[in-house]
């Protein structure tokens, strides 16, 4: 298959609510993006994925849509999301948008007209009889059950997420050719692609209990293609929780036709406690995420493309999760983005993470703005458990940690908006030493390790294309080679605050990226610092 432009792309995630305001009402909006297109191009990345920008009632911020082809009012107008798409362009940078069609908001059009007994449109959602009470027993991933009661009509209808969120019946093929046209719509304003939401919830049966992965899920990735992505040079990104080594490329062998690349989740689980909840904790055990990220290298077949992330607005900081925020933070910051961006596949950075931007604590529930935290923390008190407890889990997995403001200066609210106005949300109280004016101002710092990153990407195709191969090492030493025509490059990081010395025999000739300034020749008995973490061409 000839090379296609997302394969060596970088891209990066901007959660619009949090970027920058440009007009003074403490929300973040197109034109703020607009603005800051110079600083993401000197980031030097490909591709903005934006969270959803859609008329919306913000439920779920945006993730429930009430007009797929009009633009939230407090984002801007469609006027300037044509402006964001062109000045884009002209930077190099492409536009892929969110479109979230396995449900929309209760204040679609649709949805009213469908409980307003409009049959026609009651057939676009999923409505049962309460003859026998609740249909099953499916709940919500934001807790309780999936099916919410119209008692007007004596019926039930279905909802994987909020209540306000009720799922689309993608059985029905005018649901279908409705989202065909979304698609075609937004391709004619000259996105470059789409990130599509919880995409392998679509061909759900929810009488059978069938959710992710459903009979009719590739059928309808297949007309999805046929009817708007074949003949054109656009990405799709399938966001698909549940997804395996084995599975991926049932979406993305592009002998299916189906989609480009996918979201794997398997990595974000490894601090959960097995099969219980994502507010479960366990300390990160850096075997298993060796493990779980070579297997992704290794095992997903040629035809099939990954990507590769350790953020989004749905997952707390890595830096916070998985670093070492307090005692290394540049060290450990470096070390997370060497370790993921040396690896096969198309990296995405969330907003910030350039930055070294951190999770913020919060001491009261009064500060949480999640739809999915707030309904943890309701069903937990419910239950009884301490406030301590519930508050311990939201500030380390709840979703709010990735969405405070972006940090662009030491200002009064960081740049991101005008310093007598109140931000939608707080800025994190560190601001004044982690920001953008900060990081670009010091040439060791974070972003300029994103900004090598990007670049070498874009140098060697040994990044893009080389097989992987893990090395054994000690528990704590996470080192790989990357192998492409003849040349094979080391990736080596101590993933501990303890320093260690590495046995790998080898022999460096040139040193391409490290996070302690340091030329690399013998490796075999180097003693590595907390972090340490460097890549090499070995001779
Ligand atoms: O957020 C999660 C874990 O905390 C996930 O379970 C998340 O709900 C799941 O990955 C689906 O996410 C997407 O769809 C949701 C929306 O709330 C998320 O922001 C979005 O990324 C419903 O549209
Ligand atoms: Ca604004």
Redesign the pocket.
């Known amino acids: 298959m000839k090379p296609k432009w997302w394969q060596q792309s970088v891209f990066y995630q901007i959660y619009p609510r949090s970027f920058q305001d440009s007009n003074n009402d403490g929300i973040g909006d197109l034109n703020g993006i607009s603005a800051r297109l110079p600083y993401l191009a000197k980031l030097g990345i490909d591709a903005i994925w934006l969270s959803p920008v859609f008329a919306s009632p913000n439920v779920?911020n945006g993730?429930d849509v009430s007009d797929y082809c009009a633009i939230m009012p407090e984002f801007g107008t469609m006027t300037e999301m044509e402006n964001l798409i062109a000045a884009a362009k002209e930077v190099g940078i492409k536009i892929i948008i969110d479109l979230?069609v396995?449900?929309t908001s209760n204040e679609h059009p649709w949805f009213k007209k469908a409980l307003a007994g409009d049959m026609h449109y009651k057939n676009y959602y999923i409505f049962r009889s309460d003859k026998n009470g609740l249909p099953n027993d499916l709940n919500s991933?934001f807790g309780g059950s999936a099916w919410e009661h119209v008692p007007e009509t004596k019926e039930y209808y279905f909802h994987l997420?909020a209540k306000e969120?009720p799922d689309l019946n993608w059985e029905n093929p005018a649901v279908r050719k409705e989202v065909w046209q979304i698609m075609n719509f937004w391709l004619e304003k000259g996105v470059g692609g789409f990130r599509l939401?919880?995409i392998e919830l679509i061909g759900k049966i929810p009488d059978q209990k069938i959710i992710g992965d459903g009979p009719n899920l590739h059928p309808y990735l297949k007309e999805m293609y046929q009817e708007v992505l074949a003949g054109r040079d656009v990405v799709t990104i399938g966001?698909t929780?549940g997804v395996t080594p084995l599975t991926a490329p049932l979406y993305t062998d592009p002998k299916r036709k189906e989609l480009a690349m996918i979201f794997q989740?398997q990595h974000m689980a490894l601090d959960e406690v097995p099969k219980t909840s994502?507010w479960n904790l366990k300390p990160l055990a850096v075997p298993e995420l060796k493990t779980v990220l070579s297997r992704w290298q290794t095992e997903l077949p040629k035809e099939a493309w990954n990507s590769l992330f350790w953020s989004?607005?749905?997952q707390p900081r890595i830096l916070s999760r998985w670093g070492n925020a307090d005692g290394y933070p540049t060290e450990s910051s470096k070390m997370l983005a060497i370790l993921l961006h040396m690896m096969k596949g198309t990296p995405f950075i969330y907003q910030g993470e350039e930055l070294g931007m951190t999770n913020q604590k919060i001491t009261q529930v009064s500060q949480l703005d999640d739809i999915?935290s707030i309904h943890y923390y309701e069903a937990e008190k419910a239950k009884g458990t301490p406030v301590a407890t519930i508050l311990q889990a939201i500030n380390t997995?709840g979703?709010d940690n990735a969405r405070t403001p972006m940090q662009w200066n030491s200002n009064k609210n960081a740049g991101f908006t005008d310093e007598n106005v109140t931000p939608w949300y707080p800025i994190n109280s560190n601001f004044q030493a982690v920001n953008a004016d900060n990081r670009l101002a010091d040439d060791n710092s974070i972003f300029y390790t994103y900004q090598k990153l990007i670049q070498l990407r874009k140098k060697y195709p040994l990044i893009v294309w080389g097989d992987y191969q893990l090395l054994a090492t000690a528990e704590t030493i996470f080192a790989y080679t990357r192998s492409y025509k003849g040349e094979t490059w080391l990736i080596c990081a101590n993933f501990s605050d303890q320093k260690q010395t590495i046995s790998l025999p080898y022999h460096a000739k040139k040193t391409i990226i490290a996070n302690y300034a340091h030329e690399y020749h013998k490796l075999n008995g180097l003693t590595l610092r907390p972090y340490e973490t460097f890549v090499v061409a070995l001779g």
């Open positions: 779920d993730y979230v396995n449900h991933f997420f969120q939401d919880v966001e929780g989740f994502k989004n607005h749905d999915e997995k979703r």
